[in-house]
């Protein structure tokens, strides 16, 4: 079963920069480079929400409030996804998970915890 971990989550000031990433195992790296990913986030209290994909071809999509400021990336020779971000606000706390979906299977990682402090 196809598992993915996410790190890089850390307690941040307003301002500051993070880079998450989703690391994939359990499946080859030529099914994974054609696997789009998304990167979500879920706030105490909110539902999950999306916050960037990118795709196989390497196209990329962002919510509204994250653009400018947030960069999604892949590295398929590691099988890994990358979310870099920049100009943190306190709004952007949350648990930041990663998704790939495979067929009508979808895989989520554990979480990574972020916490922008003012």
């Known amino acids: 079963q196809v598992q993915l971990v996410e790190s890089g989550g850390d307690l941040v000031r307003a301002g500051g920069s993070l880079r998450l990433s989703c690391a994939a195992s359990?499946?080859?790296?030529?099914?994974?480079?054609?696997?789009?990913v998304g990167w979500y986030r879920q706030a105490p209290g909110k539902q999950r929400e999306l916050v960037a994909t990118?795709?196989?071809?390497?196209?990329?999509n962002y919510k509204d409030s994250v653009k400018g400021r947030f960069t999604v990336s892949r590295d398929n020779a590691k099988n890994t996804v990358y979310l870099q971000m920049n100009s943190l606000k306190p709004e952007d706390t949350g648990v930041y998970y990663c998704?790939?979906?495979?067929?009508?299977?979808?895989?989520w990682g554990q979480g990574t915890q972020v916490t922008v402090s003012s």
């Open positions: 998704n790939i979906e495979l067929g009508s299977l979808a895989y």
């Open positions: 359990k499946i080859t790296s030529s099914i994974f480079s054609f696997t789009g």
């Open positions: 990118i795709t196989s071809g390497g196209s990329t």
